[in-house]
């Protein structure tokens, strides 16, 4: 492999030069700072959430959906820093972002289970059929059960009754038998 040795002597100019060097610290730094930001913004809100569940809100469907915009605000957050950290690095992300306009066609359609994991999983927080805490059983031809232990952006988790932990996929749910919201005999409708 021969190298032309004039790409040697610019690389070694660039080397010794003394303002690449800085505009490298302080790149590395602005960086470093946007990072740390970044991680604290994250720990904040998250100590924010765990606060609010602590407080036992009564209304679990809002802790509930605190917990997915938590979730959803961590994927914003760490696609911003990305771009950021290239753009500070000196990578031209206006052609990370053409590229990804033009490829938004094909990352939307491998991005439809993903897609159809949030609405499938916004309807059920709206509907209120099941929330953190409860006693539920999903899809019952399948029969799994559990409590219900977080809700995510996608998935739903449910701690089993020896312990484990299921992680289902919200657009996989088909049907959802809440254990933890049945009716009394007093409070059934008149027939």
């Known amino acids: 492999m ?5 790409i040697l002597w610019k690389a070694w ?3 010794i030069d003394p303002w690449f060097w800085a505009e490298l610290g302080q790149r590395l730094l602005v960086l470093g700072a946007l990072l740390v930001g970044a991680r604290i913004f994250l720990r904040v ?8 569940v602590r407080a036992r809100v009564k209304d679990q469907r809002l802790v509930t959906l605190v917990e997915v915009i938590q979730s959803l ?9 990305l771009l950021l950290g290239l753009y500070i690095l000196g990578v031209p992300t206006i052609h990370l972002l053409t590229g990804l306009g033009l490829g938004g066609l094909v990352l939307a359609l491998g991005m439809q289970d993903l897609i159809r ?5 916004i309807s059920i927080l709206l509907e209120g059929t099941m929330a953190v805490g409860d006693q ?10 559990g409590r219900v232990v977080g809700m995510g952006a996608r998935v ?36």
């Open 2 to 6: 021969d190298v032309e040795p004039h």
């Open 13 to 15: 100019q660039t080397l």
């Open 45 to 52: 809100s998250r100590a924010l959430v765990r606060r609010l």
């Open 73 to 81: 605000v961590w994927y914003v957050v760490v696609l911003g820093v």
């Open 117 to 121: 994991d949030l609405v499938s999983g």
């Open 136 to 145: 539920v059983v999903l899809n019952s031809n399948a029969f799994l059960s």
């Open 156 to 191: 739903v988790k449910l701690e089993g009754p020896e312990g484990q932990i299921h992680q289902v996929a919200y657009s996989s749910i088909t049907s959802i038998s809440n254990l933890s919201r049945q009716r009394r005999p007093a409070e059934r409708p008149p027939a």
